[in-house]
C-alpha cells in the first residue's frame, strides 16, 4: 500500500482535481517533481498510481507528504492518471502545486481522507502549549546563568585595565630619564 487508499467516488474526485488544476493552476507530473513539490511544501495534494513497478520508485512519498502535512492518496492506474494530468503518456504520480478553482475540491478530498499530519500537528501543537507552561519555570532556572554571564563581562574589563596599567608605567619611566638628563647639564 503506497499513499491513503481511498473509495472509487473519492478516486473520480481526485481525478476531477487534478483535471481542474491542470487548467486553472499548476500541476507537478512523475515521481521526481512530485518529490520536490513536497520536499518544498508547496504541494496541496499528491496522487500517487496503484500499478508503479516496483512500489519502491515512490515508497518514499507518502512518509514526505505525512512529515509536510499534505494528503497524499493512491488511485487508479498510470494511465488514468497521466490522462488526468493532461498527458499521453502514464504518469506514477502528481502533485497540485496550485489548486486554482480546484481548492473547494481539494478541501473536500483533505477533509473526507483526513490527514494523519493534522493529527500529528495538532500533538505539537499541544506539546508547544505545555512547553508555554513550563517556560516561566525554565525562565526563573535560566536567570541566574545569566546573571553569571554579566560577572563574567564585568571581569573581563578588569583584566583589560591590568594590561593597560603596565604600559602606562613603562611610558611614565622613558619620561622621567629625559627629565634627568638636562637636570645634570646644568650643573
Known sequence: ???????KELIEETFKAIETARSTGKLRKGCNEATKALERGVAKLVAIAKDVEP???VLHLPVLAQEKG?????VGTKEELGAAAGIQVGTTCVAIEKEGE???IINRLVEQVGAPAKKEEKKEEEKKEEEKKEAPKEAKKEAPKKEGKKQEKKEAPKKEAKKEAPKEEKKE???EKPAEKPA????
Open 173 to 175: 619611566k622613558p619620561a
Open 55 to 57: 512500489k519502491e520508485v
Open 184 to 187: 645634570e647639564k646644568k650643573e
Open 1 to 7: 500500500m503506497v499513499g491513503i487508499q481511498i473509495s
Open 70 to 74: 499534505i494528503v497524499c492518496v493512491e
Open 102 to 104: 480546484a481548492k473547494k
